[in-house]
């Protein structure tokens, strides 16, 4: 069976920090480009970032460069999202996804094309 479980979230002030990880199990950790997308209220699903387990690479959305970064252990098959001086506007449902392959075969914004969703972790930045 598949799974993705999203943890790390809460509510922090702005400026500080908080540490996502997605465990994931029932597939080939190696094989797969795990993201994070974000969903605030009333707004689309917005892709944060992707890393390619195969060799690590990345890609940020703009709105978080700088300040966020992902990394991979492979030997847990856990993705942790470190995110860093956070802004009231990061306030959103943070989903980790995986996709088979690199993650330039998988665009941020086609969310859609991403086979396996955890379940979501709430991330609230306080003014």
């Known amino acids: 069976e598949v799974q993705l479980q999203a943890s790390g979230g809460g509510l922090v002030q702005a400026g500080g920090s908080l540490r996502l990880s997605c465990a994931a199990s029932?597939?080939?950790?190696?094989?797969?480009?795990i993201a994070w997308f974000r969903q605030a209220p009333g707004k689309e699903r917005e892709g944060v970032v992707c890393?390619?387990?195969?060799?690590?690479?990345?890609n940020y959305a703009d709105s978080v460069k700088g300040r966020f970064t992902i990394s991979n252990d492979n030997a847990k098959n856990t993705a942790v999202l470190q995110m860093n001086s956070l802004k009231p506007e990061d306030t959103a449902v943070y989903y980790c996804?995986?996709?088979?392959?690199?993650?330039?075969?998988?665009?941020?914004?086609?969310?859609?094309?991403?086979?396996?969703w955890g379940q979501g972790t709430q991330v609230t930045v306080s003014s």
């Open positions: 996804a995986a996709a088979y392959g690199p993650c330039t075969d998988y665009p941020l914004v086609n969310s859609y094309e991403y086979d396996y």
């Open positions: 029932g597939f080939s950790f190696d094989d797969y480009a």
């Open positions: 890393i390619s387990s195969s060799d690590g690479s990345t």
